[in-house]
C-alpha cells in the first residue's frame, strides 16, 4: 500500500532516534554489568529489547507503506556514571516522546490512522514505561543518596548478561 511520503519521512525520523536508544541502552547495560551494578543493568538491557521491537514496528509499517527503512542510527551519547547513564537515557526518552507526538499528529493531517495507533502504543511504552521509570531512578538516588542506590543496584551471583 503506497503511503504519505511525509509520514514515510517522518516514519525514518523516529527509526533512526529508536536504533540510536537501542544502541545506547546496549552499551549503557554492558556498562552497569560491567560495574556489578547488575540490578540495574538487567532493566536497562530490558530497554534495549523494548527500543529493537519499536524499530522492528516502525521498519515494518515503513516497509507496508512502500518506503525505505532507514538504518543508520542518529548519534548516541554515553554516560560516564550512573547517574549520567540515567539522565541520558532520559534525555533520549523525552525527545522519543516530542517525536513521537509531532509524528502522530501528521498521521492525523493525513488520516493515517492505523500508523498514528501504532505510534500511540509506542508513546504509552515510552512515557508509562521507559521515561518513568528513569525518572524513578534518579529521584530514588537524590532520597536515598547514590551510595546507597548503588548498593541496592549489586546483586550476587553471575549475572544474566
Request: contains cysteine; charged residues 25%.
Amino acid at each position: 500500500m503506497k503511503g504519505n511520503a511525509k509520514v514515510i519521512t517522518a516514519l525514518n525520523s523516529l527509526l533512526v532516534d529508536e536504533l540510536a536508544a537501542r544502541d545506547q541502552y546496549f552499551i549503557h547495560g554492558r556498562m552497569l554489568a560491567e560495574w556489578g551494578l547488575h540490578h540495574a543493568s538487567e532493566r536497562i538491557l530490558h530497554e534495549m529489547e523494548d527500543e529493537t521491537q519499536h524499530a522492528a514496528d516502525l521498519i515494518s509499517r515503513i516497509l507496508f507503506l512502500e518506503g525505505t527503512p532507514k538504518m543508520t542510527p542518529s548519534k548516541i551519547t554515553v554516560g560516564k556514571d550512573l547517574p549520567d547513564i540515567f539522565e541520558k537515557d532520559l534525555a533520549v526518552e523525552y525527545s522519543v516522546v516530542n517525536n513521537l507526538r509531532k509524528v502522530m499528529a501528521l498521521c492525523e493531517t493525513v488520516q493515517d490512522y492505523v500508523t498514528r495507533d501504532i505510534l500511540l502504543k509506542m508513546l504509552a511504552d515510552t512515557e508509562e514505561d521507559h521515561a518513568h521509570w528513569l525518572e524513578q531512578q534518579l529521584r530514588l538516588i537524590g532520597m536515598v543518596g547514590l551510595p546507597n542506590y548503588l548498593q541496592s543496584q549489586m546483586k550476587t551471583g553471575t549475572p544474566g548478561v
